[in-house]
């Protein structure tokens, strides 16, 4: 009975290891294998959170483990697709930007005044799910051999984009204002 509080951390570390032969399906043109095995990741995210929070099976490593295989999944994903000519480069950039944007802040507020409580927010969960979303369907087009610029893709493609400048600037706004507010900083601005 003690292991079972690990059974969501032990999906997670699965997710982990699903991203190797994500990348390697889709370089190698295997788009039914793939979506099959980013379908299964997918669902693997959903049911470790389930069981975390239904039975209170959260734990500090499972905190970590969990967001570390969401995001390297989307940015080994979305790289591999970009590098393959089937996700568009520039919202591959845009992505990874954001992401390195809010680890960046991260990393200042930790230097200026302490490591932050992070968690995380609505509209980043929102953007998550349509970058999902769009990579998906990208799969989805590449396995019924549909060109990827049909029809639907531009119109997923500027909704991505648009919620992924919304997120980055939420999570500017939010950590300018924490930081602002925070009295550790205020130390160090005194002490300096």
Known sequence: M??????PNAISIFRLLLVLPIAI??????FIFCL??????GISDGLDGYLARKYDWVTA???IIDPLADKLLLLVTTVTL?????FP???LFLMIAKDLAVVGGVLVYTVLAGFPEVRPLLVGKVTTVLQILLIGYIMITLVVNMPVAYIFTPVLVWI???????????????????????PRW???????
């Not at 970009?82 to 089937?86: A, C, E, H």
């Open 160 to 182: 991505v984009v648009i919620a992924t400048i919304l997120n980055g600037c939420s999570y500017l706004w939010l950590w300018t204002n924490k930081l602002a507010l925070d």
């Open 2 to 7: 003690k292991y079972l509080p690990h059974i």
């Open 89 to 91: 480069v520039m919202v």
């Open 25 to 30: 399906t889709i370089i190698e043109g295997e």
């Open 186 to 192: 205020k130390q160090v601005v005194v002490a300096t």
């Open 61 to 63: 490593f499972g905190k």
């Open 82 to 86: 970009g590098m393959s000519g089937y």
């Open 36 to 41: 099959a095995l980013f379908c299964i990741a």
